[in-house]
């Protein structure tokens, strides 16, 4: 008998089935819904939580009804997965079911607040270190934008404003500033030799214009080279600002790739 016959599940329409744990409750004296979930599933949840075994526990805990615990869990085992330098196989196996169930939790406005939107942006970090692993820097400098974690317009006031809100993050977005930072500027850095060696294609170099576009609103398209050094320069602003926050070794390689671009 299979996981989900037992303690039931979802199906692809967003509709619960029960599963032979459950229909059989009477027989262990549970009385309702509640007390499954409360003696059955959450018991379970935990116990695979203790063992390591979070994809299961975060399907237990949703099964539930805990929403709020499973964004918790994810948020900490992404946050795990985003510190290590190349992704095992239990990491790749979490993140499908983490995009599924934070998209339906999005529509069905469930367990909103700083976990799920720390879920949401350590995603995004994911995807843009899959970017850079298959050549896609520029993709990757985009995706890192969208999660308005570093400020890099080259505007002063708002960096350092952005700077000051760091405290306010959620504790693992800020326990992964040293892997996303340096995540950010190797996509630039990436960027920049690409345009270097003029190995970008027309359609791509439009493209990168456009991803460089200056301010907030991208409405501005200025030359590569140009967009690319107020980028990496905004960076270690923002990054010389919370400079006690990360290792010196970090804070090194930062700098050493913002004089690469600038060369």
Known sequence: MGWEELVGGYRTDGTRFSGAIEQGASLLQLKDSKQFNEQILVRAAKHSEENDRITEAIKLYNLAGDYSTVVACLAQALSNTISRPSPEEKDRALEQPAVDIIRHYERMNRAAGKDREAVVRLLRIREAKDQIATGKPEVAIDIMESTELIPLSGDVAKITRRAEEFKDLHEALQRNMQAYLPLTMEALAGVHQK????????????????????????????????????????????????????????YSYLARLDVEIAL
């Not at 027309?202 to 214009?209: E, G, K």
């Not at 991803?211 to 409405?219: D, I, L, M």
């Open 195 to 250: 345009v270097k060696s003029s190995v970008i294609p027309d359609a791509t170099r439009q493209m990168v214009s456009t991803v460089f576009a200056t301010g907030e609103g991208r409405t501005d398209v200025c030359l590569d080279a140009y967009c690319l050094r107020r980028k990496s320069r905004s960076l270690m602003i923002f990054a010389g600002i919370l400079k006690y926050r990360m290792s010196p070794d970090i």
